[in-house]
């Protein structure tokens, strides 16, 4: 089946602007991760959903992100005024349960250049 | 804190040679900890975990609590094996984040 979809997978955004990365996971997964991946750096948390609910923020570097997952299954994680140090690979992952006993299936990402 | 500590950033192993990739982690709790794998081109995959006590692609990994480490081990290196490695810690029993190290680049000479 489809695995974990991510849009765009290239974004160019100039110093200020808003964007909104998209996250489309397995069918049927209640869980969805966000993560942040700095050149050279291993994944770093930002945000989680178990269905509609944002269960855990505490890797958003700032208010200017902002995460959302209304219907419980596609995810939007919106940057406003973007910074130089925004930019980086974006990486989604989604899995149907605890990643004790179950896989976390990532996106391919969308890097993030902010110019 | 919870951290993940992968020492070295490039690994350059000649093929058929024997591999250790080092993994050591600071963890307050009983942490489940992994291998990720990134394979030039694809995406972040989930390599082996402990708690399944697998070998997957001929590597196996042994948490030692005493020294707090999840070294990757093959006994014989193949060209495909080249990628990025990334080793991981998750809390135990929990529906919850994954910490990832930066990474080691593991390059197998032919």
């Known amino acids: 089946g489809a695995g974990v979809s991510q849009s765009p997978r290239y974004k160019v955004a100039k110093r200020g602007q808003d964007v909104a990365l998209r996250c489309d996971p397995i069918?049927?997964?209640?869980?969805l991760f966000w993560y942040q991946q700095a050149l050279g750096q291993g994944p770093e948390f930002l945000t989680y959903f178990q269905n509609e609910a944002q269960l855990d923020k505490s890797g958003l570097p700032s208010d200017r992100f902002f995460a959302e997952r209304p219907e419980g299954s596609v995810s939007t994680l919106k940057i406003q005024r973007t910074q130089q140090e925004d930019s980086a690979v974006y990486l989604c992952a989604s899995t149907s349960g605890p990643p004790l006993y179950y896989e976390q299936y990532f996106g391919p990402g969308t890097r993030l250049t902010v110019t | 804190a919870q951290r993940v500590t992968q020492p070295e950033k490039l690994l350059s192993v000649f093929k058929g040679a024997p591999v250790e990739l080092k993994c050591n982690y600071s963890?307050?709790?009983?942490?489940?900890l992994f291998w990720y794998v990134q394979y030039s081109r694809q995406r972040l995959q989930l390599l082996l975990r402990?708690?399944s006590r697998e070998s997957i692609k001929g590597f196996t990994a042994d948490l030692n609590k005493g020294e707090t480490s999840f070294h990757l081990k093959k006994p014989f290196a193949q060209e495909e094996d080249s990628a990025m490695y990334y080793c991981?810690?998750?809390?135990?029993?929990?529906?919850?984040?994954?910490?990832f190290g930066k990474g080691t680049r593991l390059h197998i000479l032919p």
């Open positions: 069918s049927g997964h209640v869980s």
């Open positions: 963890y307050s709790g009983s942490p489940e």
């Open positions: 991981a810690l998750s809390h135990m029993n929990r529906d919850d984040k994954i910490i």
């Open positions: 402990h708690i």
